[in-house]
């Protein structure tokens, strides 16, 4: 079964940096979209970033000029690099991909999976 595990998350102060990443793992597959969607306490998920395959990258506006999305296709890894945070860039952060699973030399239809999740918190 495909997962997605993030890793990067932590504390950071105002301005500081972060860098995320997501590996996609498990079985034979194909990865076409991924994506990073955040979550903040009683507010709504929202797209952080998302870069097909091929094509440009889609940020949110709060993310505009401040974070990065990247992919390495061989390690099936997504990255995100964000700049200049700040206090409302808190939330939980998670990986998503929309993956085409290979059985028996078949590829299925594509389905979306969520990583579990890793929390970034902005503060001084």
């Known amino acids: 079964q495909v997962q997605l595990v993030e890793s990067g998350g932590g504390p950071v102060q105002p301005g500081g940096s972060l860098r995320l990443s997501c590996v996609a793992s498990?079985?034979?597959?194909?990865?076409?979209?991924m994506a990073w969607y955040r979550q903040a306490p009683e507010k709504r998920r929202e797209l952080v970033a998302a870069?097909?395959?091929?094509?440009?990258?889609n940020y949110g506006d709060s993310v505009k000029g401040r974070f990065t999305i990247s992919r390495d296709h061989a390690k099936n890894m997504v990255t995100l690099q964000m700049n200049s945070l700040t206090p409302e860039d808190t939330a939980v952060y998670y990986c998503?991909?929309?993956?085409?699973?290979?059985?028996?030399?078949?590829?299925?239809?594509?389905?979306?999976?969520w990583g579990q999740g890793t929390q970034v918190t902005v503060s001084s």
């Open positions: 998503n991909a929309e993956v085409s699973v290979v059985r028996g030399g078949i590829a299925q239809s594509p389905v979306t999976i």
């Open positions: 498990g079985g034979t597959f194909s990865t076409y979209t």
């Open positions: 870069l097909p395959t091929v094509g440009q990258p």
